[in-house]
């Protein structure tokens, strides 16, 4: 897989979209194409600088449901056969001599 070009404005748009709500993607595509309009310089340092700034005004952080969730809570909430079974004997193994 390439690396990818942080020069190309796109490829870092799409990159900087992705962690958005679906319904911000469109808006903070809109808003970072036009604030791209006002770099003088079109260097990666310049771009990146330009639509992050862009990019937290549009993020929305998790609710506390998300940002709390464990895997135990994933586990506990169904049924298991490992619960709900016996322990496993120890079973000791020996060489047999031949």
């Not at 004997?89 to 060489?95: L, Q, S």
Request: glycine share 4%.
């Amino acid at each position: 897989m390439p690396i990818p070009d942080d020069a190309d404005p796109d490829i870092l748009i799409s990159r900087l979209a992705g962690p958005l709500a679906p319904a911000d993607r469109a808006a903070f595509r809109r808003a970072a194409e036009e604030a791209l309009t006002r770099v003088p310089c079109m260097g990666e340092g310049a771009v990146y600088r330009a639509v992050a700034v862009l990019q937290r005004n549009y993020f929305v952080p998790p609710d506390d449901y998300r940002a709390h969730w464990d895997i135990a809570d994933e586990i506990s909430s169904r049924p298991s056969k490992l619960k709900a079974a016996p322990p496993i004997e120890h079973v000791r193994y020996r060489r047999q001599e031949r």
